[in-house]
C-alpha cells in the first residue's frame, strides 16, 4: 500500500491506494477540494483512514473499514471521492463549524447566504462578487471559534457560455473580482431561494428564528451539536438576518445589495 | 388542579442557546428545532419541576411586569408538551380545542405577546446538506453526472437518492 495523510480544520486523515498512480491522483482531488487547506502529516496519527482500491477496470472506496462506492469512471470516482473527503472534514472538526452557504464579503463584513445544492449559491455569489462585493466561498461558510468567517474560495463552477450545456470552473478573477485572504465577521444573512414568480420581500429575523432557519445548513451539527450550535449563535447575534424568495438572481442583486447597507452598515 | 401540577423541561436530549428575548432548543432525538419567544421563554425556563402552574404566573408576571391568566401560561405549557420539550406526563389543558379558539380567548385577555414556539426539522444526517455529487449504484455508470464536472444535473439529483451525497 502507498499513503499519504493530511490534516486539514483539524480533522486528521490518510488516503491509502494499492496503485501509486491512483495514490497520486487522490492527493491532488484531495489538494484541490481542500482548497489548498491541508497540511502533512504522519500517517500515523491519522484518526479516518480512506482505501482506494485500484482493479483494471474498477476504482473501490473505503472510509473506516466502510465500503462507500466502486464507480469504473475516473471522473465519476473523483468527484465522488472529492464530496466524501469534504464531509469528512466538514462534519468532524472540531475547531471550526461548517455551514453550507455561499459567502462573499461586503465592506469588510460577510454576506452568508445559507442553502443546499441547487438553490442558487453559486448564481447569488456570482452576482455579488461581479457587484464588487469580495469573493469567500460559494460552497461552505468555516467559522472559527470567535465567530469570524474563513476563507474557502474554491473555483466557481458556472455555465459555460461558449459551450452551451457544459460548465466550467473559474476562480473570482474571472469577474475581476477580489478574493478574501483573512477571517471576518458576519454582517448579514440572507436566507433565500429562487422561486419562478417570487418578488424579493426580505422579512426581518430575530437572532433566535434565523438560527433556527440556519440549523439545516449546519454540517457539523450531527457531530457537535452543542459546539456547533454555540459559535453559530456568537458569529451571528450582531448580525441581520433576512429571508426572502427571490426571482432570477439579475433582478434582485442590486435590491440585495441596497439592502445589506442599509441595515449592517 | 393546576397546584398539583409541576411541568418539568426535558433534561436529556436537548441542546438549549439562550438568546436575549428568546430560546433556541433543539431536539437531538428528534432532529427538530425549536424557537421559543420571549413569553415562551419565561415559561420554559420556570418549568424545572419545584414550580407549579400557579408559581409560574407569579413568575412570568415578577418577570415581565405584567398581568397573564393561569391560560396563558397554560398555552406555553401545552406547545412545549406538543413539542416533547417536557418530561412525559405533564397533562394538557386545551387538548381538544382548535388553536384558534384558544388564542383568541386568551390572546383578547393578554395585554404582552402571546407564547408561541417556532419549529422546523433538520436533516438527520449532515449527507442532505452537502453538495450534490454523483457516482453511480447501479450496473452501470450515470454518464449524465459523469458528464457534468460540479455535480449532478437537477433531474436527477435527490436529497434521498443514494446515487448523490
Keep these: ?265 | 388542579m393546576t397546584d398539583k401540577i409541576y411541568p418539568q423541561i426535558r433534561k436529556n436530549g436537548l441542546v438549549v442557546q439562550e438568546l436575549p428575548d428568546e430560546v433556541l432548543v433543539y431536539d437531538l432525538d428528534s432532529s427538530r428545532a425549536h424557537c421559543l419567544n420571549d413569553s415562551a421563554a419565561v415559561v420554559w425556563r420556570a418549568c424545572d419541576g419545584s414550580n407549579s402552574v400557579a408559581d409560574i404566573v407569579k413568575t412570568f408576571e415578577r418577570t415581565s411586569g405584567s398581568k397573564v391568566t393561569e391560560d396563558f401560561v397554560w398555552l406555553a405549557i401545552d406547545q412545549l408538551n406538543d413539542n416533547g420539550l417536557l418530561e412525559a406526563g405533564t397533562a394538557k389543558r386545551f387538548a381538544g380545542q382548535s388553536r384558534r379558539d384558544v388564542l383568541k380567548k386568551i390572546g383578547l385577555a393578554s395585554m404582552i405577546a402571546l407564547p408561541v414556539i417556532a419549529s422546523l426539522v433538520a436533516p438527520q444526517n449532515a449527507l442532505g446538506s452537502v453538495s450534490c455529487q454523483c457516482t453511480f449504484t447501479g450496473p452501470g455508470p450515470n454518464l449524465d453526472c459523469a458528464a457534468v464536472p460540479s455535480g449532478c444535473p437537477m433531474n436527477s439529483c435527490s436529497q434521498s437518492a443514494s446515487v448523490c451525497i
Excluded at chain 1, 489538494?31 to 497540511?39: A, E, F, P, R
Excluded at chain 1, 476504482?59 to 464507480?71: A, F, T, W
Excluded at chain 1, 465567530?147 to 466557481?156: A, T
Excluded at chain 1, 465577521?185 to 432557519?213: C, N
Design chain 1, 1 to 265: 500500500m502507498h499513503s499519504f495523510a493530511f490534516e486539514s480544520y483539524g480533522v486528521k486523515f490518510r488516503v491509502d491506494s494499492n496503485r501509486k498512480r491512483a495514490l497520486e491522483r487522490a492527493r491532488r482531488v484531495v489538494t484541490d477540494v481542500l482548497v489548498g487547506h491541508v497540511s502533512e502529516i504522519d500517517p500515523d496519527a491519522a484518526e479516518h483512514r480512506f482505501v482506494i482500491r485500484r482493479t483494471d477496470d474498477n476504482r473501490y472506496l473505503e472510509l473506516d473499514g466502510e465500503h462507500l462506492n466502486e464507480n469504473a469512471i475516473s471522473r465519476g470516482f473523483h468527484h465522488y471521492f472529492s464530496a466524501r473527503v469534504r464531509l469528512l472534514v466538514a462534519s468532524h472538526s472540531k475547531e471550526f463549524v461548517f455551514l453550507h452557504a455561499g459567502v462573499v464579503a461586503w465592506k469588510g463584513k460577510c454576506v452568508l447566504f445559507p442553502a443546499d445544492s441547487h438553490e442558487g449559491k453559486t448564481t447569488l455569489v456570482a452576482a455579488m462578487i461581479s457587484q464588487g462585493a469580495v469573493y469567500y466561498s460559494d460552497d461552505y461558510a468555516i467559522i472559527d471559534s470567535e465567530g469570524l468567517v474563513h476563507p474557502f474560495p474554491r473555483k466557481l463552477s458556472i455555465r459555460d457560455r461558449d459551450r452551451p450545456g457544459e460548465w466550467k470552473d473559474v476562480t473570482a478573477d474571472a469577474f475581476e473580482a477580489a478574493t478574501g485572504r483573512k477571517p471576518i465577521p458576519i454582517g448579514t444573512v440572507i436566507i433565500t431561494r429562487y422561486s419562478a414568480d417570487a418578488e424579493w420581500k426580505p422579512a426581518k429575523l430575530t437572532t433566535g428564528l434565523g438560527l433556527m432557519e440556519i440549523i439545516p445548513f449546519n454540517i457539523s451539527l450531527q457531530k457537535n451539536p452543542k459546539y456547533s450550535l454555540t459559535i453559530i449563535r456568537k458569529a451571528i447575534q450582531d448580525a441581520i438576518i433576512l429571508k426572502s424568495l427571490r426571482p432570477d438572481v439579475e433582478l434582485c442583486v442590486n435590491e440585495i445589495l441596497e439592502i445589506v447597507d442599509k441595515y449592517a452598515f
